[in-house]
């Protein structure tokens, strides 16, 4: 059974730089034909896709966050990383980690959620 596990600070200040990692087991970020996923909800924008890294280590990104967006992957320790850069009060949201099936592109397993909050 494949279970994701977000992990990172809660609380970041303005202007930093959001890392946050997510922890697959049961399967494998290189398996295929999966794509990993960094998706985000707030109350005032609800669900927002931020970026993923396909099972060969293609990057996509949400065009409107692609230029303080990354998305990398460590294989060695089956995991998956989001940083943003530039943090501001309008990124506090609940970060989740999804698998995404590219056979249909549905999201078939999500993290739990990791809840942000950018204030000074």
């Known amino acids: 059974q494949v279970h994701l596990q977000e992990s990172g600070p809660g609380l970041i200040g303005p202007s930093q730089t959001l890392t946050l990692t997510c922890t697959v087991s049961g399967g494998s970020v290189t398996a295929n034909y999966f794509y990993w996923n960094w998706i985000r909800q707030s109350p005032g924008k609800g669900l927002e896709w931020l970026g993923a890294i396909t099972y060969v280590g293609s990057t996509f990104y949400n065009p409107s966050l692609k230029s303080r967006t990354s998305v990398s992957r460590d294989t060695s320790r089956n995991q998956f990383t989001l940083q943003m850069s530039s943090v501001t009060p309008g990124d506090t949201a609940v970060y989740y980690c999804?698998?995404?099936?590219?056979?249909?592109?549905?999201?078939?397993?999500w993290g739990q959620g990791t809840q942000v909050t950018v204030s000074s």
């Open positions: 999804a698998r995404q099936d590219s056979s249909g592109y549905q999201y078939d397993t």
